[in-house]
């Protein structure tokens, strides 16, 4: 079962990178980002938002071991403590926040639960 989990936990990250990856301005929008008079704004999408997560969810898909698992868990710890100091320090819509940041804190504990401690 932890297996089957960790695989569709894996192609989720793929898929949630995808997004950013193959479709910076479409992710911009849902994250109420804009871009400014500089499109680097579109290249951070493409990169951290996207590729990040897509090579991650693959990386962790090939080597099929609990450590890349867990690694993805680190990742999406990351993300979901620095929405909750962002929910602190910068007041955004509680709404996305509380969605984005309670998915990212599921997947991280699914990824470290399961797979830390684990050979």
Do not use: C, Q
Not at 60 to 87: C, K, N, Q
């Amino acid at each position: 079962m932890v297996e089957i989990v960790n695989i569709i936990g894996a192609l989720l990250t793929a898929g949630f990178g995808l997004f950013g990856f193959v479709a910076p301005r479409y992710t911009a929008s849902a994250l109420d980002l804009e871009t400014t008079t500089s499109t680097m704004g579109l290249s951070e999408m493409r990169a951290s938002v996207g590729g990040l997560f897509v090579v991650a969810g693959l990386a962790a898909l090939w080597l099929h071991t609990p450590l890349a698992y867990a690694m993805i868990g680190f990742a999406f710890a990351g993300a979901a403590l620095g929405r909750a100091v962002s929910l602190v320090l910068d007041k955004p819509p509680v709404g996305k926040v509380l969605i984005f940041g309670g998915i990212e804190l599921a997947l991280a504990l699914w990824f470290l639960a399961a797979n830390l401690g684990t050979s």
